[in-house]
């Protein structure tokens, strides 16, 4: 009893399904592995960009970890939009409480279509309170740049950030190199704790239907981790996962449409 895989996603929802807790819960479904979640904040969405969102009360964050903690075995965790520095801290501190096995720290700022999903005084706490609690740190491009204050273009400013990173707590640093546009392929920087480090690149894909790429592979890497796969593994699963999922989209929605979470 019990053993099943299970996973938690502690992220926004997004009422349109395509990124967020809903893409989240999508992937770790495709991936075979329960999940959970904890409801952080509530999008109102959908695919032509967020028209507004609210943060749940702090008391109700503690009360849905204390829930999980309560039942669930859970092998290992992700946050995604977390709204503010009180939420932030809140999640920290129920995530030091309980053991949800390692987490994937995915540093949601800004949505695609420019809407806020972190306030900018709340990035002083997840760097100072979330980050070292991360296994896994999965910044795109403009969030390391944000997390670390400097630019971050060159492949040796890509090291040199995720090194930084590392310093600062996180355990495995994933820098996305997606928002390169200009690049044939998106070059993703991994430097493990150990100290090695790898290049996965892929060939660019032309479409404007990423809504939630972010969300899906740190979800991806989540529910592997649950499963029990080694690191490296996972991260080239992960890879690939979301390679096929922007590759085959789905038509849902009139704007910045949602990946294919079957493909
Ligand atoms: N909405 C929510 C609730 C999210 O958590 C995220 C990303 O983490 C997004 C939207 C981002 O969507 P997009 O991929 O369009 O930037």
Redesign the pocket.
């Known amino acids: 009893m019990n053993d099943f895989p299970q996973a938690l996603t502690i ?4 009422s ?1 399904g ?6 989240d819960i999508k992937t770790m479904q495709e991936r075979h592995v329960f999940a959970t979640n904890v409801v952080v ?1 509530i ?1 109102a ?1 959908n695919t032509l960009g ?1 028209q507004d ?1 609210f943060p749940l009360p702090l008391e109700l964050i503690t009360k849905q970890f204390e829930s999980l903690a309560a039942d669930f075995h859970i092998k290992a965790c992700k946050t ?2 977390l709204a503010d520095a009180a939420h932030v801290a809140a999640v920290a501190e129920n995530l030091r409480r309980f053991d949800f096995g390692p987490l994937t720290l ?1 540093p ?1 700022m ?4 420019g ?1 806020a ?1 972190l306030t900018e005084d709340a990035i002083t706490t997840l760097r100072n309170e979330l980050l070292p609690l991360a296994t896994v740190l999965t910044p795109n491009l403009p969030e390391a740049e944000v997390l670390i204050g400097q630019s971050v273009k060159t492949p040796a400013e890509f090291k040199l950030a995720a090194q930084i990173l590392q310093k600062m707590g996180a355990q495995n640093i994933i820098i996305k190199g997606g928002h390169q546009t200009a690049e044939q392929q998106a070059n993703d920087y991994i430097l493990y704790a150990d100290g090695s480090d790898e290049w996965l690149s892929t060939p660019r894909i032309e479409t404007v239907r ?6 899906t592979i740190s979800a991806c890497i989540t529910a592997e981790l649950a499963k029990g796969t080694p690191l490296k593994q996972a991260i080239r699963i992960s890879k690939a996962y979301i390679q096929a999922a922007i590759a085959n989209p789905i038509a849902v929605g009139h704007g ?1 449409g949602p990946t294919n979470h079957w493909a």
């Not at 992220?11 to 997004?14: K, Y």
């Not at 800004?110 to 279509?113: F, T």
């Not at 990423?210 to 969300?215: Q, R």
């Open positions: 992220a926004g929802s997004d349109g395509g990124a967020g807790m809903q893409a904040a999008t969405q967020v969102s995604g939009m995915d949601v800004i949505a695609k279509g809407a999903l990423t809504h939630g790429t972010g969300d910045h």
